[in-house]
């Protein structure tokens, strides 16, 4: 074909940013994410994969607010709250596409400083272990590290059942993404695996359910992108030593049928069967 209007992507960011829209740019994030992070100036930088694209530094000194920054990327919040900023200015005609996986990195690199978990919850995590083969319920405020001592407690599972498997239950599939993205960084610290590696083997391993809770999700990777495989009917066939439910609050109050269907004696979740959940 012809056309006489091709630019690169990298002259058009540079143009948007060299033009003064810095602050218009910073004034849309700013009033798109939580209340109590401050948003830097935009910078131009490059995707892992060499896509360019526009940066912000964000900072907050609470991590509960950090959690919120976190939700509003994988459910695709912030992408609208952007969207809707920028239509504010009516010479504005771009469009912002925020990267979860660009994003979760950085979100994870900044968190590594709660890679070991406090003493509080070593002593929590002792209670855990000897309440052994029992469901339990871990309840704190956010911000608290309920998941980092889930983490911890499901791969130290992981390494003493090497053949066994976990179901992990949310509301949305993205949240598994990020639990199984920690248990692989934890995994590839405490052995010579490598984080990718580790992640091949988890997804192996670790199984998803996600809302309207009626099919497994089986997980692989593509390169350096995770994708879904396949899915499958709940059923007794598929066996687990232990669940695992994030936000089960909402779980349950979603799905009746898997709370009618959880039975202390037969330890089932819905038709799935398994040893424990927490």
């Known amino acids: 074909f012809v056309s006489r209007h091709i630019r690169h992507a990298r002259e058009a960011i540079h143009n948007l940013l060299d033009t003064g829209r810095h602050d218009f740019l910073k004034k849309a994030l700013q009033s798109a994410i939580p209340k ?17 694209s526009i940066a912000f530094n964000v900072k907050t000194d609470k991590i509960e607010i950090a959690q919120m920054l976190r939700d509003q990327v994988l459910s695709g919040e912030l992408n609208l709250n952007m969207k809707q900023a920028l239509a504010q200015d009516p010479h504005a005609r771009s469009e ?17 400083r709660l890679s070991k978990l406090t003493q509080h919850q070593e002593e929590k995590l002792k209670e855990l272990k000897q309440l052994d083969n029992q469901d339990l319920h871990l309840t704190a405020p956010a911000g608290a590290g309920k998941t980092f001592l889930a983490v911890k407690y499901v791969l130290e599972k992981l390494q003493a059942n090497p053949e066994g498997r976990v179901l992990y239950v949310s509301p949305c599939i993205s949240l598994g993404l990020y639990f199984l993205r920690w248990l692989a960084r934890w995994q590839a610290a405490e052995t010579v695996e490598s984080t990718r590696d580790a992640m091949k083997t988890l997804m192996r391993r670790v199984i998803m359910l996600q809302k309207p809770y009626e099919e497994f999700v089986f997980l692989s990777t593509q390169g350096d992108q995770i994708v879904q495989t396949s899915t499958a009917p709940v059923s007794l066939n598929e066996k687990f030593f232990l669940a695992v439910f994030d936000e089960g609050h909402e779980v349950f109050s979603h799905c009746r049928n898997i709370s009618e269907h959880v039975s202390s004696e037969s330890t089932q979740i819905g038709r799935a069967s398994c040893r424990e959940r927490v």
Do not use: C, K, M, W
Not at 96 to 111: A, G, K, M, T
């Open 96 to 112: 912002i596409h925020v990267d979860q996986s660009e994003f979760l990195d950085s979100y994870d690199r900044s968190l590594q």
């Open 36 to 52: 109590g992070i401050q948003a830097e100036l935009p910078y131009q930088t490059r995707l892992p994969h060499g896509t360019p």
